[in-house]
């Protein structure tokens, strides 16, 4: 007889997306039995809404994590109001399924530059980038203040994530902006996911925001 880990099988909500898409393929490297799900339903994933508690808790039934990596509308007004609605449907969907696992892709803005202030509220932060990038802040702040109840992670990334290498190599912090020794903040889409599955895996920073980067 087999005994599966804890983290042998998950739901991959936003599993087409840039970061969500790497995300799914280095679990399924690893052996995790993945359900993708995203609202399009392409690529192979199921078509779902993902701020629909019912919907959530019937996919997540049966499966140990769920992994939040939606990104959000780049229109402003949609951006600010969809993204904490799927946040409330995971969340209220995984205690349904009787899910204790989750991670959370976050948004590049959340981190620190210094003491109580983000990427987001720095000068000259770009205006076209604002309502996505408060979206994912308010996503992380609604995960951080109620969900004490699960075993939650939220990993940021870094100000620049883009497609790469996978070298399996990177950092993690807590709230300050990590940088390299040439003031850059970045990293592959392919070494975020490895980082994040990491995490799925170990477990050992829970109920906290790591940010992630070389």
């Not at 509308?73 to 995984?94: C, F, K, M, N, T």
């Not at 390299?180 to 070494?191: F, L, Q, R, V």
């Amino acid at each position: 007889m087999t005994t599966r880990r804890s983290w042998d099988a998950h739901l991959a909500v936003g599993a087409t997306g840039m970061i969500g898409s790497r995300n799914a393929a280095e679990a399924g490297k690893r052996g995790h039995e993945v359900t993708g799900v995203a609202r399009s339903g392409k690529d192979g994933t199921l078509a779902a809404d993902a701020s629909d508690a019912d919907t959530v808790a019937r996919l997540a039934a049966g499966h140990d994590a769920v992994v939040l990596a939606v990104s959000p509308p780049q229109d402003g007004i949609e951006a600010a109001e969809s993204l904490p609605e799927v946040g409330r449907g995971v969340l209220d969907g995984v205690r349904r399924a009787g899910v204790r696992r989750l991670a959370v892709v976050g948004g590049a803005g959340i981190p620190e530059v210094s003491l109580g202030v983000r990427v987001v509220d720095t000068p000259g932060f770009p205006e076209d980038a604002l309502p996505p990038v408060r979206a994912q802040v308010t996503l992380f702040e609604l995960v951080r203040d109620n969900a004490d109840d699960l075993e939650w992670t939220c990993l940021s990334p870094p100000a620049v994530i883009t497609s790469g290498e996978c070298t399996g190599a990177y950092r993690t912090g807590d709230h300050q902006l990590l940088s390299d020794g040439e003031g850059n903040s970045h990293i592959s889409t392919e070494d975020y996911a490895v980082a994040l599955v990491d995490e799925l895996q170990r477990g050992e920073l829970t109920r906290r925001l790591v940010h992630v980067a070389y």
